[in-house]
């Protein structure tokens, strides 16, 4: 998506690089070689549900609710941390 964004709705900063003609080949080389796909508004609903759904078999399994922001952010620099230490 980033790579389709940057070739047909590129921001003023990326227009401006002396870099843009350059960046611009590189995403249309990237695009002929995994194309972009468009999905219906159906399909995106469809893949929600699926989402949701699996949500909810985690949140059974690790025995929780709903976590507030502050837990889940927490939990999102604890993880971070433990990437970035990789």
């Known amino acids: 998506m980033l790579h389709y ?3 047909f709705s590129p921001t003023q900063e990326q227009l401006a690089s002396k870099r ?3 960046s611009q080949a590189q995403h249309l080389a990237y695009l002929e070689q995994h ?3 468009s999905y219906s508004h ?3 609903e469809g893949a929600k549900q699926l989402l949701e759904q699996e ?3 985690v949140k059974q ?3 929780h609710g709903e976590l507030s922001l502050e837990a889940y952010t927490q939990v999102w620099e604890e ?3 433990q990437v970035s230490n990789l």
């Open 79 to 81: 993880c971070l941390h």
């Open 5 to 7: 964004d940057s070739v």
């Open 42 to 44: 159906t399909e995106i």
């Open 55 to 57: 949500m909810s078999v």
């Open 61 to 63: 399994g690790m025995g």
């Open 35 to 37: 194309p972009y796909q």
């Open 20 to 22: 843009h003609v350059v």
